[in-house]
């Protein structure tokens, strides 16, 4: 039985990712009231919106029609309609980014993009974390691709769950290779462990994949720091 | 649509929808003046609904534009809907009986709901009752409601679907989404004003028109520095209901810096009311919030009134705009008016009318001779060496409540008797003695290096030093000052025995028949004394003093 301690987030948001995205944002350089953050962000179910309060209060946000909120049914899109931010419902993320998308390019890029997985009402089946890692380099695909010039940077957080289930590193990077970019020679399969399970190894490969998908995409990766609460495990990556 | 999005009801159907023309027919869609009394229908239905908690989102750059209400009351079954939301025009009557959260019920007349209908295309009703684990959701096309202005339904079914639900089993939600709202009103939404005067709501941004209003009428606490109010007004037992706009919590609309002037408990035969009258000490803004809000069931019931005191009592109320309040119905059948904006004559209701006409009108009178008494206040005030920090303190401690550009101190008040020997320590004593201040009065002689007027704000002393050199008068004629002193003799028809002049010192007889005259008092000592001087070497001097006060007393 997973862990997943219940003040996670609040945890999360006070110790990883409020201060890691204001000092990443401090390296993207300077922000004026005129300089707009666009946030994208799972939206948990609860509804608490925790972190968009926190992002509005440290300065991060100065309006809440610039914050994307995720989710993907109907009616958790009807119930985040009078948190005051734009409302985004096509499926969950995970399969959206990888299955489907073009349906939402339109809306890149994002500055700070918090994609916490563990919000999601997940269900615990084989194949989980491939599929969060596989739609997080749809994210970067998506970032670079949309990008306006000159190329402007971002941070994103990943949290997911680290259950009793290896990560299947090889069917994955198989499939993060078969996403083609031009003078990407791509991930080496032997450079990762074909199954990741203890939790050490997993958050290290998961730290190793993220900073890879940052470069092959062409960013350089300002730095990244990670943190576990209980089974949760959540990773701040900057991006320019 | 994705799979998700598109869960498959377990479910489908059709709601009949009736409706009671005897009620319906006497609507048009103009009945509900604005969209946002529209939606004031809502806020009460979930009110009702023994809602706590009511969410507003304006989702006005989706396609298409809608609007979303959502709470957290008990919800509907397709039993509910058929019987109750879709029953169009059914009265329930009113009813002094409290619900298990303390409150009375709001909704009469069966219509909240259909008044959202001229203002979107759709309406969407999502809801989950309490003890349930299904979600019924049932949408109406509002076009078959009503053909041009009118409300004209025939034969009408709205489907519906069943789903399985996603919340807990004990819990209650009702969503109302309001599809397709009409260009007109997005265009009202979204209105910006590019001079942004608080003067009047017309003068705000669409939005914050919306939420104004929405505020004014809703029954929401007081914000949460109104603690005075809150406890006033608190009924013991009731749970208060919260309301979110686009995630900011709404309180009732208070002025800023608003102090009660006077709050109480009255009964009109059967209806029991508190209020409170109050005033910011300025014109309140918006001026649509000036007069007293009535609340009925703790909703406001139109816009604040003046209960038309002016053109009643055919007076002039000059300070009437500084005044506002609430007046909250505790008790008693007060019929209201079908679109709610006002209530219908009976004898108690005409009973209230009259008590607060005289209400408004007696405190208009306190603040005319407050605003009278702050003048003459600052007039002596401003007569002191640096009189700004001095007049700052005051005013922080409200002992002068009005800014000098609310009293018109640059004109002169002509119809004003103007004392001839101001006497202005006596004058800040009684003022100062009146506003809970205890005065101590200073004879030593005190230096210009010691303050004239000195104020202990903690220990709510002021000490006036009489013979500080700011209170002395002085009077400047032909580029010369003289002291000015006070003291009676007899007087004889002549400006001699107004005025005697030694030295500097010019001492002014304050009975004398000349300061009688309809003449500013300070213009008058300047010409006695310019007059004196004038003369005072010529051989004539005692027939030239003769002939001016002549003079002086047949052209004033």
């Known amino acids: 039985m997973s862990n997943v301690p219940v003040d996670y987030r609040s945890q999360l948001l006070s110790g990883l990712w409020i ?33 968009v309060r926190n992002l509005v209060q440290n300065g991060l946000v100065f309006k809440k029609k610039d914050i994307h909120l995720w989710t993907y049914t109907h009616l958790k ?7 005051g931010c734009r409302v985004m419902a096509p499926s969950r993320y995970e399969n959206t980014l990888t299955q489907n998308p073009q349906s939402v390019e339109a809306e890149f890029p994002f500055q700070i993009i918090n994609l916490d997985f563990v919000s999601q009402d997940m269900s615990l089946e084989s194949g989980r974390a491939e599929r969060e890692i596989e ?18 940077g971002f941070s994103i957080a990943y949290t997911t769950l680290l259950d009793s289930l290896p990560i299947n590193c090889y069917d994955l990077i198989q499939r993060l290779n078969s996403h083609h970019r031009d003078g990407w020679s791509g991930i080496l399969t032997k450079d990762f462990p074909p199954d990741a399970l203890p939790s050490a190894v997993k958050t290290e490969t998961i730290q190793r994949l993220l900073t890879v998908m940052a470069v092959k995409y062409g960013y350089h990766v300002l730095g990244f720091e990670g943190l576990l609460v209980g089974d949760v495990y959540s990773i701040v990556v900057g991006a320019k | 649509m994705s799979a998700e999005q598109s869960a498959k009801p377990i479910e489908t159907g059709e709601i009949e929808v009736q409706v009671s023309r005897d009620i319906v027919s006497h609507l048009s869609f103009g009945i509900y003046k604005n969209f946002a009394r529209a939606i004031r229908e809502l806020i009460s239905n979930s009110y009702d609904a023994r809602a706590t908690e009511i969410r507003i989102g304006l989702d006005l750059e989706s396609n298409p534009p809608r609007v979303v209400v959502r709470d957290n009351g008990v919800g509907m079954d397709k039993n509910d809907m058929e019987n109750r939301l879709f029953r169009l025009g059914n009265v329930t009557p009113f009813t002094d009986n409290l619900d298990d959260l303390g409150r009375k019920r709001i909704g009469q007349f069966g219509i909240g709901f259909l008044s959202t209908f001229p203002y979107c295309e759709r309406v969407v009703v999502t809801s989950k009752k309490e003890k349930e684990d299904t979600i019924i959701e049932v949408s109406a096309e509002t076009s078959a409601f009503f053909q041009g202005e009118t409300f004209n339904v025939t034969d009408y079914k709205a489907p519906f679907s069943k789903y399985n639900s996603d919340l807990p089993i004990e819990k209650g939600e009702t969503i109302v989404t309001l599809e397709s709202i009409k260009p007109h009103i997005v265009k009202q939404l979204q209105r910006t004003r590019s001079q942004r005067s608080k003067a009047s709501i017309e003068s705000f941004d669409g939005y914050e028109k919306f939420k104004w209003t929405i505020a004014q009428f809703a029954p929401i606490s007081f914000p949460p520095d109104r603690t005075d109010l ?16 686009d995630g900011e919590e709404l309180f009732r609309n208070v002025p800023a810096d ?28 918006p001026e649509e919030a000036r007069g007293l809000q009535i609340r009925v069931c703790d909703v406001g019931i139109g816009l604040p009134t003046d209960f038309d005191v002016i053109k009643l009592r055919s007076r002039n109320l000059g300070r009437l705009y500084y005044l ?7 008790k008693g059948i007060v019929p209201v008016k079908i679109d709610r904006d006002s ?9 209230m009318e009259i008590f607060f006409r005289d209400q408004l009108t007696k405190l208009n009178e306190v603040l005319e001779k407050e605003a009278i008494t702050d003048k003459a206040v600052r007039s002596e005030i401003e007569k002191l060496q640096d009189p700004e920090p001095l007049l700052e303190e005051l ?19 002509k119809h004003t008797k103007q004392r001839v020997q101001p006497e202005p320590a006596k004058t800040l004593e009684s003022v100062f003695k009146n506003r809970g201040f205890e005065v101590i009065a200073d004879d030593d002689v005190a230096s210009a290096d010691t303050l004239a007027i000195e104020v202990r704000a903690n220990e709510k002393q002021v000490i006036i030093r009489e013979n500080h050199p700011s209170f002395k008068e002085y009077v400047t004629v032909l580029n010369e000052s003289f002291e000015v002193n006070y003291e009676d003799w007899k007087a004889t028809p002549s400006l001699d025995s107004a005025c005697k002049i030694q030295g500097t010192k010019v001492t002014f007889n304050p009975n004398h028949p000349v300061f009688q005259l309809n003449l500013d008092v300070e213009v008058l000592k300047k010409l006695i004394v310019g007059v004196i001087i004038t003369v005072d070497k010529n051989p004539r001097r005692s027939e030239l003093c003769d002939q001016f006060y002549r003079l002086l007393m047949d052209m004033f």
């Open chain 2, 343 to 351: 209530l219908s004559w009976t004898e108690s209701v005409e009973k």
């Open chain 2, 258 to 285: 608003a102090e009660i002037l006077q709050k109480g408990e009255q009964s009109f035969d059967n209806i029991d009311v508190k209020y409170v009258i109050m005033t910011p000490n300025k014109p309140v803004q």
């Open chain 1, 135 to 152: 739609s997080i380099e749809a994210t970067f695909r998506l970032q670079s691709e949309n990008a306006q010039k000159p190329h402007c």
């Open chain 2, 395 to 413: 005013e922080s401690l409200q002992l002068i409540r009005y800014p000098k550009s609310r009293l018109r101190m640059k004109k002169t008040a």
């Open chain 2, 324 to 330: 506002c309040g609430e007046v909250q119905i505790l």
């Open chain 2, 230 to 245: 809150r406890e006033y007004f608190e009924v013991k037992g009731r749970t208060p209901l919260r309301v979110w706009l």
């Open chain 1, 19 to 51: 201060p890691n995205i204001l000092k990443f944002s401090d390296m993207l350089g300077p922000r004026t009231g005129n300089k707009h953050y666009k946030v994208l962000s799972l939206a948990s179910t609860d509804n608490e919106h925790l972190e």
């Open chain 1, 77 to 83: 899109a009807l119930r985040l309609v009078d948190s």
